[in-house]
């Protein structure tokens, strides 16, 4: 009898993982929709005036100020949301007929099985909600290690692992590994040109923003998303200190181990 559940369950574990998905992050959107007010529901709405998109797709990976670019959105009116959930699995159609906007999320290793390798699911966002507007933020490489690796947890008191699975799943990410942060790099960097590829004859349709240095990014989102309006000052969430010298180092010892040229070393794109 132990027999047969076993193989149940493992014929549809793919399946029980994303219905344990869908209601986990159901009753988290349930809530957000039903339950916050947000104090900003006052302020000129995005239906006060012109828009030229029907979503906005925030498809940067995490820890490039994805969090403030929600934030602006809601200082803009637009109904926006910041999570990991949105873009997993077919049951959301709910969460995309109440928000705008969209952000958070991606992956952390490149899946060469996967269409964009694992990371937000481009084309099928284009391909489900025509009109649509996508913003692909960005940050300098190096920084951007630094801040990944402060949210996985690395300390000063760090010990490094030597050898890591074969194959990396997505709860590996938070692995302390010299190898690790090298397949960051290359997720980000095959994501980066795949998203390139997709959208190169459609330049009105992708917005490349690295909020950290553009000092009119905001001004940039709003004429991208054709709104007509007095830029707000760019609201800074979820910021990191990442001038740390022993973080720096680690992330040298990466850079030189892949054979990553100098040069590319604080590039955004």
């Known amino acids: 009898m132990k027999n047969v559940i076993y193989f149940v369950f493992r014929k549809h574990q793919a399946e029980l993982e994303e219905y344990s998905l869908f209601w986990g992050c159901l009753k988290r959107q349930v809530?957000?929709?039903f339950q916050n007010v947000d104090p900003r529901d006052n302020i000129e709405t995005a239906e006060d005036y012109s828009r030229n998109f029907n979503?906005?797709?925030c498809i940067g990976l995490h820890k490039t100020g994805t969090r403030s670019l929600?934030?602006?959105?809601?200082n803009l009116?637009?109904?926006s949301t910041?999570?990991?959930c949105w873009d997993k699995g077919s049951l959301f159609k709910f969460v995309y007929w109440h928000y705008d906007c969209f952000s958070d999320g991606g992956g952390h290793f490149w899946n060469s099985e996967l269409e964009f390798g694992g990371n937000h699911r481009?084309?099928?966002?284009?391909t489900s909600y025509p009109c649509s507007k996508f913003i692909l933020t960005a940050r300098n490489l190096d920084s951007w290690l630094i801040s990944k690796m402060i949210h996985a947890g690395w300390t000063p008191e760090t010990e490094?692992?030597?050898k890591i699975p074969q194959r990396l799943e997505h709860d590996h990410w938070k692995l302390k590994s010299i190898d690790?942060?090298?397949q960051w790099i290359i997720n980000r960097n095959k994501y980066h040109q795949r998203v390139l590829d997709y959208f190169g004859d459609r330049p009105n349709d992708l917005l490349i923003i690295n909020l950290s240095k553009d000092k009119n990014c905001v001004q940039n989102v709003l004429t991208f998303l054709g709104i007509q309006r007095r830029p707000p000052a760019m609201p800074w969430e979820g910021r990191s200190d990442t001038d740390k010298s022993h973080y720096k180092e680690i992330v040298k010892k990466a850079f030189l181990k892949m054979g990553l040229r100098e040069s590319a070393w604080s590039k955004d794109i």
């Open 180 to 182: 690790v942060i090298i």
């Open 160 to 162: 490094m692992i030597e």
């Open 82 to 84: 910041h999570n990991t």
């Open 77 to 79: 009116g637009l109904r």
């Open 31 to 33: 809530k957000n929709i």
């Open 55 to 57: 979503k906005v797709f």
């Open 70 to 74: 929600h934030e602006l959105f809601l």
């Open 122 to 126: 481009v084309r099928l966002l284009d």
